[in-house]
T-cell receptor, first 113, second 111 residues
Framework: SQELEQSPQSLIVQEGKNLTINCTSSKTLYGLYWYKQKYGEGLIFLMMLQKGGEEKSHEKITAKLDEKKQQSSLHITASQPSHAGIYLCGALNYGGSQGNLIFGKGTKLSVKP | DGGITQSPKYLFRKEGQNVTLSCEQNLNHDAMYWYRQDPGQGLRLIYYSQIVNDFQKGDIAEGYSVSREKKESFPLTVTSAQKNPTAFYLC??????????FGPGTRLTVL
């Protein structure tokens, strides 16, 4: 079965610093999703990547999918307190029916003002 | 406003009781999902449904049941057979194969 490993598990950065979160899959990724979650709340969709080498940006967040489609990174530039939360990567699970996602365990980001 | 709602936000249950968590969406999505989230864990799929009157077990379906009588609604029942039901439950919906949109979650605590 496919597994997603996220690193680091937690991260504390000073406001204004850049940071990167990684998501590594045990199998080829056919669709990779990044979500953000505030504690005790639902997940907010950030970006979806499908093609090897694809890169997408939204405001100060950039996500990339490597050419081999087994690793994705999420990069935040000039972090702000509003970026704090848990970031989860999810991937289409082709072991089951189309559309199901499996998730990594998440990376907890804290931003110190 | 289109969206997905879950109720209640907090739920307390005595051991041996069944409880039902509500999930409603007005996004006209065919697919709906239930996940469970435990501290330090990612989301684990309980049940999913891609069409009305049909649903499939996910990875941790034991002790749970669902129904999908309407496109907009996908309630989850946590039965007394679920050994460790205290968790945060998230409902999601999507166009099949596309990004999932999540509700705000229900935190269930067994007393």
């Amino acid at each position: 079965s496919q597994e997603l490993e996220q690193s680091p598990q937690s991260l504390i950065v000073q406001e204004g610093k850049n940071l990167t979160i990684n998501c590594t899959s045990s199998k080829t990724l056919y669709g990779l999703y990044w979500y953000k979650q505030k504690y005790g709340e639902g997940l907010i969709f950030l970006m979806m990547l499908q093609k090897g080498g694809e890169e997408k940006s939204h405001e100060k967040i950039t996500a990339k999918l490597d050419e081999k489609k087994q690793q994705s990174s999420l990069h935040i530039t000039a972090s702000q307190p509003s970026h704090a939360g848990i970031y989860l990567c999810g991937a289409l699970n082709y072991g089951g029916s189309q559309g199901n996602l499996i998730f990594g365990k998440g990376t907890k980001l804290s931003v110190k003002p | 406003d289109g969206g997905i709602t879950q109720s209640p936000k907090y739920l307390f249950r005595k051991e041996g009781q069944n409880v039902t968590l509500s999930c409603e969406q007005n996004l006209n999505h065919d697919a709906m999902y239930w996940y469970r989230q435990d501290p330090g864990q990612g989301l684990r799929l309980i049940y999913y449904s891609q069409i009305v009157n049909d649903f499939q077990k996910g990875d941790i379906a034991e002790g749970y049941s669902v129904s999908r009588e309407k496109k907009e609604s996908f309630p989850l029942t946590v039965t007394s057979a679920q050994k460790n039901p205290t968790a945060f439950y998230l409902c999601a919906s999507s166009i099949v194969g596309w990004e999932q949109f999540f509700g705000p979650g229900t935190r269930l605590t067994v007393l």
